[in-house]
C-alpha cells in the first residue's frame, strides 16, 4: 500500500483477534457513530484512566481531517496522498492493509489548501463503503474487496471551504449536499447503482452533515444548508420545514443538528444554540421554537446530548453544559481557549474529547461544574476527527497517520 508503513506490531494474543472481531455493537461505521448521535455503545471505560494508553499500531495514510470507519474488524480511511484521494480497508487488529482503491483529483487552493485531504467522513453500509471527497467525488465501493461500484462528479462547484459534510446511507439511499454557497443541492442516490432518485434545490451548500428523524409516520433528512435548516422527507426530498440560520462574518453552518425524539438542536458559530420541536400535523409539519442560548457558540464542534444535558465545545475553545429542557446553561469554562475544532462522544460513564493538539480529553458528564478525568496524549500531529472507542481501544487519525491504542 502506497506511502504505508506499519510503526508497531500488535499483540498477537488470541484475546485480542476475538476483540479485533467483535460485535456491531462495538462498530462506528460513520459519521458520529451508528445512530450519528455521537454514543459509543461498545465502549468500556476503565474504572481508573492512566497516564497514557499503549499503542498496538501506527501506520501512515496520507492527509486527512475525516474519522475512519470501524465495521467488522475492518477500519476504513480516507485521505489523500499526492494528486489522488485514496479510500483505504486496513485490518483493524493489526494496521495491515486489506485493499486501496484512489482516484486522482486536483487539492484545495486558497486558503483552505493548508488542509489538503478529505474533510467528509467514510460510511459502511450494507457491504458497501461511501465517501465523498474536498471537490464533491462520490464514490461507492464494495466494502469486501474494494471494487468500484460508482462514482459520480458532476457537480463541480464547492463551498468556500470546500466539501466536508459526510453522506448518509439510509433505506437503500446514499444522502450528500453538494455544489456551492450559490448553487447547493441535496441529493438521494441509490446506493446499489448511483442512480439519482431526488434533488432539493433551495439553498447553498454548507458542511453540516445530515441526520435522521423520525415525524409520525414520515422519515425526514435534517441539516443545515448555507443559510437555513432544513427537514426533507426522505421519500422524495420535499422539503417539510425550514427555519433561516444564516452564518456570521466568515463562518459557516458546520455542525451536525442533535435530535431528541422530536425536538431539532441545532448551533452555530456566533449564533449559539436553538431547539425547536416539529410535529406533524395532518399532512403538514410545525415547527415550534422552545428557546435559545446564545452563551456559548460551537463553530466545529457538534454537541452531544447525553442525561437531557447537552455538551459543547464552543468557539474559544471552552467546554460548557446546557439543560435541553430549559435552554439555561449549566455551566462553562471560561479560560481553557483549546480552539474551535473538537469532538465530543458519550462514552458511557464519561464524556470523551479530542481536540487538534491530540489531546484526549475525559471528563465527567455533570450539570454542576466541569471535571477533568484525564488528558492523555494520542497523535503526533493534530486530529479534527473523533476518536473511535470501542472495547478497550481507540483508534485516532491525525493528519497523515492512523493509530490503534489499547487502554490496558
Request: aromatic residues 8%; charged residues 20%; glycine residues 10%.
Given at each position: 500500500?502506497?506511502?504505508?508503513?506499519?510503526?508497531?506490531?500488535?499483540?498477537?494474543?488470541?484475546?485480542?483477534?476475538?476483540?479485533?472481531?467483535?460485535?456491531?455493537?462495538?462498530?462506528?461505521?460513520?459519521?458520529?457513530?451508528?445512530?450519528?448521535?455521537?454514543?459509543?455503545?461498545?465502549?468500556?471505560?476503565?474504572?481508573?484512566?492512566?497516564?497514557?494508553?499503549?499503542?498496538?499500531?501506527?501506520?501512515?495514510?496520507?492527509?486527512?481531517?475525516?474519522?475512519?470507519?470501524?465495521?467488522?474488524?475492518?477500519?476504513?480511511?480516507?485521505?489523500?496522498?499526492?494528486?489522488?484521494?485514496?479510500?483505504?480497508?486496513?485490518?483493524?487488529?493489526?494496521?495491515?492493509?486489506?485493499?486501496?482503491?484512489?482516484?486522482?483529483?486536483?487539492?484545495?487552493?486558497?486558503?483552505?489548501?493548508?488542509?489538503?485531504?478529505?474533510?467528509?467522513?467514510?460510511?459502511?453500509?450494507?457491504?458497501?463503503?461511501?465517501?465523498?471527497?474536498?471537490?464533491?467525488?462520490?464514490?461507492?465501493?464494495?466494502?469486501?474487496?474494494?471494487?468500484?461500484?460508482?462514482?459520480?462528479?458532476?457537480?463541480?462547484?464547492?463551498?468556500?471551504?470546500?466539501?466536508?459534510?459526510?453522506?448518509?446511507?439510509?433505506?437503500?439511499?446514499?444522502?450528500?449536499?453538494?455544489?456551492?454557497?450559490?448553487?447547493?443541492?441535496?441529493?438521494?442516490?441509490?446506493?446499489?447503482?448511483?442512480?439519482?432518485?431526488?434533488?432539493?434545490?433551495?439553498?447553498?451548500?454548507?458542511?453540516?452533515?445530515?441526520?435522521?428523524?423520525?415525524?409520525?409516520?414520515?422519515?425526514?433528512?435534517?441539516?443545515?444548508?448555507?443559510?437555513?435548516?432544513?427537514?426533507?422527507?426522505?421519500?422524495?426530498?420535499?422539503?417539510?420545514?425550514?427555519?433561516?440560520?444564516?452564518?456570521?462574518?466568515?463562518?459557516?453552518?458546520?455542525?451536525?443538528?442533535?435530535?431528541?425524539?422530536?425536538?431539532?438542536?441545532?448551533?452555530?458559530?456566533?449564533?449559539?444554540?436553538?431547539?425547536?420541536?416539529?410535529?406533524?400535523?395532518?399532512?403538514?409539519?410545525?415547527?415550534?421554537?422552545?428557546?435559545?442560548?446564545?452563551?456559548?457558540?460551537?463553530?466545529?464542534?457538534?454537541?452531544?446530548?447525553?442525561?437531557?444535558?447537552?455538551?459543547?465545545?464552543?468557539?474559544?475553545?471552552?467546554?460548557?453544559?446546557?439543560?435541553?429542557?430549559?435552554?439555561?446553561?449549566?455551566?462553562?469554562?471560561?479560560?481553557?481557549?483549546?480552539?474551535?475544532?473538537?469532538?465530543?462522544?458519550?462514552?458511557?460513564?464519561?464524556?470523551?474529547?479530542?481536540?487538534?493538539?491530540?489531546?484526549?480529553?475525559?471528563f465527567q458528564p455533570s450539570d454542576t461544574a466541569y471535571t477533568?478525568?484525564?488528558?492523555?496524549?494520542?497523535?503526533?500531529?493534530?486530529?479534527?476527527?473523533?476518536?473511535?472507542?470501542?472495547?478497550?481501544?481507540?483508534?485516532?487519525?491525525?493528519?497523515?497517520?492512523?493509530?490503534?491504542?489499547?487502554?490496558?
Amino acid at each position: 500500500m502506497k506511502n504505508a508503513t506499519r510503526i508497531a506490531l500488535v499483540s498477537s494474543s488470541l484475546i485480542f483477534i476475538i476483540t479485533a472481531l467483535s460485535a456491531p455493537a462495538q462498530d462506528w461505521p460513520q459519521w458520529r457513530g451508528p445512530n450519528r448521535d455521537a454514543k459509543a455503545a461498545g465502549f468500556t471505560p476503565p474504572a481508573s484512566w492512566p497516564q497514557q494508553l499503549n499503542l498496538k499500531w501506527k501506520v501512515a495514510v496520507g492527509k486527512s481531517d475525516t474519522t475512519p470507519a470501524l465495521a467488522g474488524g475492518k477500519l476504513f480511511v480516507f485521505s489523500r496522498q499526492d494528486d489522488s484521494e485514496v479510500i483505504q480497508c486496513l485490518d483493524a487488529a493489526t494496521g495491515a492493509g486489506v485493499w486501496s482503491n484512489k482516484y486522482d483529483v486536483a487539492a484545495p487552493t486558497g486558503p483552505p489548501a493548508r488542509h489538503p485531504g478529505p474533510r467528509s467522513s467514510p460510511v459502511v453500509a450494507d457491504g458497501k463503503v461511501v465517501t465523498l471527497g474536498v471537490r464533491g467525488t462520490l464514490s461507492c465501493l464494495d466494502a469486501a474487496s474494494g471494487k468500484l461500484l460508482w462514482r459520480k462528479d458532476d457537480i463541480k462547484d464547492v463551498p468556500n471551504f470546500f466539501t466536508a459534510m459526510s453522506p448518509l446511507v439510509v433505506n437503500g439511499l446514499c444522502i450528500a449536499q453538494l455544489g456551492g454557497k450559490s448553487d447547493g443541492v441535496v441529493i438521494a442516490c441509490d446506493l446499489a447503482t448511483g442512480a439519482e432518485q431526488w434533488k432539493w434545490t433551495g439553498d447553498g451548500a454548507a458542511y453540516a452533515s445530515p441526520v435522521l428523524m423520525e415525524a409520525g409516520d414520515a422519515k425526514l433528512v435534517v441539516t443545515q444548508t448555507d443559510k437555513r435548516v432544513v427537514a426533507l422527507n426522505l421519500a422524495d426530498g420535499k422539503l417539510v420545514w425550514d427555519a433561516p440560520f444564516v452564518p456570521q462574518g466568515m463562518g459557516g453552518n458546520f455542525d451536525t443538528p442533535v435530535v431528541d425524539g422530536q425536538t431539532i438542536i441545532y448551533t452555530g458559530t456566533g449564533r449559539g444554540t436553538v431547539a425547536v420541536k416539529l410535529a406533524k400535523e395532518g399532512d403538514s409539519f410545525k415547527g415550534t421554537p422552545l428557546w435559545t442560548n446564545t452563551d456559548n457558540s460551537p463553530q466545529y464542534c457538534t454537541p452531544v446530548l447525553k442525561n437531557g444535558l447537552i455538551f459543547g465545545l464552543s468557539q474559544p475553545g471552552n467546554f460548557y453544559c446546557i439543560n435541553a429542557q430549559t435552554g439555561k446553561t449549566a455551566w462553562s469554562e471560561t479560560d481553557a481557549k483549546r480552539g474551535a475544532f473538537g469532538s465530543i462522544v458519550d462514552a458511557g460513564a464519561v464524556l470523551v474529547a479530542l481536540t487538534p493538539k491530540s489531546s484526549l480529553i475525559v471528563f465527567q458528564p455533570s450539570d454542576t461544574a466541569y471535571t477533568q478525568v484525564a488528558a492523555i496524549k494520542v497523535a503526533d500531529g493534530s486530529a479534527y476527527g473523533y476518536p473511535v472507542l470501542a472495547g478497550n481501544r481507540v483508534f485516532v487519525e491525525d493528519d497523515d497517520s492512523v493509530t490503534l491504542w489499547t487502554i490496558n
